[in-house]
């Protein structure tokens, strides 16, 4: 919602395609939106020589010439045993394998399990019994023992503001921040902590969940600290709280007017009250937080650590701090420290200036560094009812929320960015914008009729019916993040009384992209909720508020199923980027992604699915969080 190295590979890509319950199995669609090749930079391959045999065994090398050739003529295949003997190999588990294809009324058909898995290289080697398995084991072989757990493709997740998460690690954490009392004494304590910081920032407050569900103000902020700036993030990131000092040093007075698209909240008297929204938020954002190369760093290796603890192997997001952000990615790949795959985004307004950028680091490998999208913010948010509605929201009349742009604009920018050759990643929450974003997609598709580009619209909580359609037939990815609904213990976005009972019913409602064969990836929006993939499927498969309410769910019948939620949070997110034929399903010859659950979410009960820990993950076959070595859970 934010506004703002690998192993020996053993394996070509495979050229089958995938299909599952989040993934439209037409025949049109293999045709126009077949996989493009990625530019893997793959290390050559072992090459199996037979021994040298002495002068006096020449018999016994005519022999074994002959005895090679006829098998060759019978069809017959000699694999070196280099190229069969694993690296890895976890046995003893429940292997989740590509979903099965032609999903019945959006339901998927169940899961498909195996028993285990063999890794060589980068890539997955096999998958079957313990007893097939073990005839790719070696001398060299390392073999764990799952003892009964769940094997899963690594998580994808489709939308993440990356540094921004990074970053948000080293500063005040306010998420769920009970009061206004409390919010200033973590406050205070981070300030008094950190003397050197010029600026004291954090994120994460919540007003809905305070006793009296009022913003605070920079006087709650100047009682704590006024000697120093402060600027405090709202959990949708979409509003931020200044101090008196924070407000005086980005020149905000009463004379000061709101930008486009923004507001500089004033009190009775004409003065500031601390609040910014929408672009006003983004602009103080973009003067004050420009961190160093090295905490840029620092927050790339705190996010991937995070990453590996919840079995994220691959994340998707932006826009991207520009240049600074991809030389940091550069360091960790050119270090061999790069573990996590990373399919960055542009700006929409600025879609030359990101092909360039991806020209000048096309020597990064695209399958870990892919310069994928340009994304655009067509509103804003529910929970500041900002976001752009066709009728009022029922709370606050005449309110309706304004879209970023006119229809017209908005078309062109999408046309444009197509053309280059980028798909678009529209930010759209409320059904007025929803429809602009696809009127704008369908457009650019009708006039770029062959156009091969996954656009996606992001988040989409409140879709009018008429949409759903136009997603599977002009292949729009719905790109979602199911926590949204549920991250506070009564979710402000999954609101009656602000969207009224008609609305409702319409509001975060994935089971109706699935009945209509549109494509579905998840995400987290992280830092705005947690990274955690485990809030994301109970949320999508239980539409339980975070203290287990209402029992049955929130508008039940868009209730996924467990196997419908993991393969949108993997298959659905890669077929995204497309990159579905080289994972997203755990498959023979796809990377080597794979995460091991400690617990089996496919048996959990609603809110048990949230403490299910990662046991270990494995990004590009190497083992990159294993949760029972305290150096790698602890993620050093």
């Not at 020449?58 to 003997?85: M, Q």
């Amino acid at each position: 919602m934010w506004m703002t190295n690998a192993s020996t590979a053993m394996h070509a890509v495979p050229r089958h395609r995938t299909t599952s319950p989040v993934m439209r199995p037409m025949a049109i669609l293999s045709s126009i939106n077949s996989p493009r090749p990625l530019k893997r930079k793959l290390n050559p391959s072992p090459q199996w020589k037979p021994a040298r045999l002495k002068p006096s065994a020449k018999t016994a090398a005519k022999l074994f010439s002959t005895a090679f050739g006829l098998l060759a003529l019978t069809g017959f295949s000699v694999t070196p045993a280099s190229l069969t003997t694993a690296d890895l190999i976890l046995k003893n588990g429940r292997v989740y394998t590509d979903p099965l294809a032609g999903p019945t009324e959006g339901q998927s058909p169940g899961p498909v399990w195996s028993q285990a898995i063999s890794i060589r290289g980068s890539d997955i080697l096999s998958i079957g019994t313990d007893r097939a398995i073990e005839k790719e084991k070696g001398p060299g072989t390392q073999v764990i023992d799952l003892k009964g757990r769940v094997v899963l493709p690594g998580f994808n997740d489709a939308h993440v503001h990356l540094m921004n998460g990074g970053l948000a690690l080293t500063r005040i954490d306010l998420t769920g921040v009970p009061s206004i009392f409390e919010l200033q004494e973590k406050v205070k304590s981070f300030a008094a902590a950190n003397t050197a910081k010029r600026w004291i920032l954090g994120q994460g407050w919540d007003h809905t969940v305070f006793p009296v569900k009022k913003y605070p103000t920079k006087e709650d902020l100047d009682s704590v600290v006024s000697d120093r700036p402060v600027m405090l993030w709202h959990s949708d990131h979409h509003l931020v709280l200044l101090n008196s000092k924070g407000l005086e040093l980005l020149r905000i007075s009463t004379s000061t007017a709101s930008p486009k698209n923004g507001e500089i909240q004033k009190n009775e008297k004409g003065e500031p009250t601390g609040l910014l929204f929408e672009e006003a938020a983004f602009e103080a954002e973009h003067k004050v937080d420009n961190p160093s190369s090295e905490e840029l760093r620092q927050a790339f290796v705190a996010a991937q650590n995070m990453a590996s603890k919840f079995g994220v192997t691959s994340i998707q997001g932006g826009p991207i701090r520009g240049e600074d952000e991809v030389k940091v990615i550069e360091e960790m790949y050119n270090e061999r420290k790069l573990h996590l795959r990373y399919a960055m985004w542009g700006n929409i307004e600025k879609p030359q200036e990101f092909l360039a950028l991806k020209e000048k680091y096309k020597h990064l490998p695209e399958e870990w560094v892919n310069f994928s999208a340009v994304k655009g913010f067509v509103d804003g948010v529910i929970s500041s009812r900002t976001a752009a509605l066709t009728e009022n929201y029922s709370d606050d009349p005449p309110n309706k929320g304004e879209p970023m742009y006119t229809q017209e604009r908005l078309n062109e920018l999408v046309l444009n960015a197509n053309r280059l050759g980028l798909p678009v990643a529209l930010h759209a929450i409320g059904d007025r914008a929803v429809t602009m974003a696809v009127n704008a997609i369908t457009a650019a598709k009708r006039q770029l009729f062959n156009s091969r580009l996954r656009n996606r619209i992001e988040h989409i909580e409140v879709a009018p019916p008429f949409v759903y359609t136009k997603f599977a037939d002009f292949h729009i990815v719905a790109s979602v993040q199911p926590s949204h609904m549920v991250y506070d213990n009564e979710s402000q976005n999954y609101n009656e009384t602000r969207l009224g009972p008609v609305r409702i019913k319409n509001d975060f409602a994935w089971k109706n992209f699935l009945v209509s064969n549109a494509h579905l990836a998840f995400g987290t929006d992280w830092p705005v909720e947690t990274l955690n993939p485990m809030v994301g499927l109970f949320a999508a498969v239980f539409r339980q508020n975070l203290n287990g309410r209402p029992v049955a769910g929130l508008q039940p019948a868009q209730k996924l199923t467990m196997s419908q939620a993991v393969d949108a949070y993997t298959l659905g997110s890669a077929y995204a980027t497309r990159e579905d034929h080289v994972k997203g399903s755990l498959r023979e010859g796809k990377y080597a992604d794979v995460v091991v659950l400690d617990k089996d979410p496919f048996k959990a009960k609603d809110l048990d699915v949230l403490k299910i820990p990662v046991y270990l993950t494995i990004s590009g076959g190497k083992v990159v969080y294993d949760g029972s070595t305290p150096e790698l859970k602890a993620g050093k």
